[in-house]
């Protein structure tokens, strides 16, 4: 079955640094990817759609020059959080759709990330 | 705007007991949906999808959904639930077109109780 692996699953980072988060798709090629930020115990809100070989599309209110998003195979997309702050400290997971199933998306176990 | 409502926020049952949990949708023609089920700090697992066809779809783990047109719902039952079962459940919707991403509901905590 299809299978995308995240990582790191957790990370702490420092205020002011950035954080690169990788998303894999392992046995498919994703040419759409997804992220998703989680707060605690709320559900997911979609921050952007990664496209391979273009810009992503960001959603309204998602900072594109915190939140920027990398695209370049069609199995890698990765999310980098810059100048990271405390009030980014969330759950963030990606999601790629497998078309050979119909409709199928798959999502990465998730990232921590954890500014003090 | 497509929409997907989950109108319980936390639901307890007891090791055994059947369930269900509620999902309605919002939009104009039938969307694709989708239960997905998420543990502590975990991705999130597929239960089941309805694309069209047979109106009660298995999935795995003995959870089923019904999609019921004149409702606008689909919601998802299982007879007999395990304490393994505790987890978050997600109602997703996606337009029946193009490559578009999942929509949400605000999920549904299951607890059981021995």
């Known amino acids: 079955g299809a299978v995308v692996s995240q990582h790191p699953s957790r990370v702490i980072c420092k205020s002011g640094t950035s954080v690169k988060i990788e998303c894999r798709s392992l046995?498919?090629?994703?040419?759409?990817m997804f992220w998703y930020r989680q707060f605690p115990k709320q559900s997911l809100m979609l921050m952007a759609t990664?496209?391979?070989?273009?810009?992503?599309?960001?959603e309204q209110g998602v900072e594109k020059d915190k939140f920027l998003i990398n695209h370049a195979s069609l199995t890698l997309s990765t999310l980098t959080v810059t100048s990271a702050h405390p009030e980014d400290s969330s759950f963030y997971i990606c999601?790629?759709?497998?078309?050979?199933?119909?409709?199928?998306?798959?999502f990465g176990s998730g990232t921590r990330l954890t500014v003090v | 705007a497509q929409s997907v409502t989950q109108p319980d926020i936390h639901i307890t049952v007891s090791e055994g007991a059947s369930l269900e949990l509620r999902c309605n949708y919002s939009?104009?023609?039938?969307?694709?949906l989708f239960w997905y089920v998420q543990s502590p700090g975990q991705g999130l697992q597929l239960l089941l999808k309805?694309?069209?066809?047979?109106?009660l779809v298995q999935g795995i783990k003995g959870f089923e959904a019904e999609f019921k047109r004149s409702q606008s719902s689909f919601n998802l039952r299982k007879p007999s639930v395990h304490w393994s079962d505790a987890a978050e459940y997600f109602c997703?919707?996606?337009?029946?077109?193009?490559?578009?991403?999942?929509?949400f509901g605000k999920g549904t905590r299951l607890s059981v109780i021995a």
């Open positions: 999601s790629a759709r497998d078309l050979r199933s119909y409709y199928g998306y798959t």
């Open positions: 046995d498919f090629q994703a040419t759409t």
């Open positions: 309805y694309f069209s066809g047979d109106t």
């Open positions: 939009y104009g023609a039938t969307p694709y």
């Open positions: 990664s496209n391979e070989g273009s810009k992503a599309t960001y």
């Open positions: 997703a919707v996606v337009p029946n077109s193009g490559n578009t991403p999942l929509v």
